[in-house]
């Protein structure tokens, strides 16, 4: 027995159906109109929220620049450990709420200047942050998943935080190739249990996860 009840999306596309097929044309059109305004109403609400998500990252930034967090919260605990340069963690925070979103064509770009890189960069930083980001405010984030200070692309521990939270019901495997593949570091990533996921490898454990990562996003997208 499945429980799970069906969506907004999945009732209006229900309901349209049902109007296609409905004999009283004056009551399938009054239907047609009432889902044409229940999706403008979602959709205004989907906007909403995800300004409010980028509105709580500045806020976020803001407390964590002027130190104002509470000690043994949330945001106290990210950006008071060993080596933590506040006020960086901070301009992170800000560049984050004012990014737009991802396209598929942005994950290839992406993907490709991950597998040539000899090591994690900045650069590569920003794009995995902007990512991360983009898919927590299709969510219904807190501040539980701003992401720690540190290098997603240079830390294995920051790299496997972006790739637990964006999966949540997915998996990710990290091993090593072998003598014939130069010893390289090999990842899988699936968003589901059931997904299969082809091996990727690169210069690094962390640039290979993050690099099966982004193809999984790839192959999800084009799936959609």
Not at 66 to 93: H, I, K, V
Not at 125 to 142: A, G, H, K, Q
Not at 156 to 173: H, N, Q, S
Request: a neutral charge; aromatic letters at 4%; one cysteine or more.
């Amino acid at each position: 027995m499945n429980d799970q009840k069906p969506s907004v999306n999945d009732l209006l596309a229900r309901a349209r159906d049902e109007a296609q097929m409905m004999a009283d044309k004056k009551a399938a059109a009054l239907l047609l109109e009432v889902c044409a305004a229940a999706s403008t109403l979602v959709a205004e609400q989907e906007s909403i929220r995800k300004e409010a998500f980028r509105d709580g990252i500045r806020g976020a930034a803001k407390v964590i620049r002027n130190r104002q967090a509470a000690p043994g919260s949330a945001l106290s605990e990210l950006f008071t450990g060993d080596g933590t340069n506040p006020d960086l963690f901070a301009d992170e925070l800000a560049k984050i709420a004012a990014s737009t979103a991802v396209t598929v064509n942005d994950l290839r770009k992406l993907r490709q200047k991950v597998n040539a890189a000899p090591e994690g960069s900045d650069e590569i930083d920003d794009e995995i942050r902007r990512i991360y980001y983009s898919v927590m405010s299709d969510r219904n984030p807190t501040s539980a998943d701003i992401l720690p200070p540190g290098s997603p692309s240079r830390s294995l521990d920051v790299a496997t935080f972006v790739i637990e939270k964006i999966l949540r019901e997915g998996w990710w495997t990290l091993g090593n190739g072998g003598v014939n593949t130069g010893d390289k570091p090999v990842g899988k990533v699936g968003l589901t249990p059931a997904q299969s996921s082809k091996p990727q490898t690169a210069a690094t454990a962390p640039l290979t996860l993050l690099s099966a990562l982004i193809l999984t996003l790839i192959e999800s997208s084009k799936a959609r």
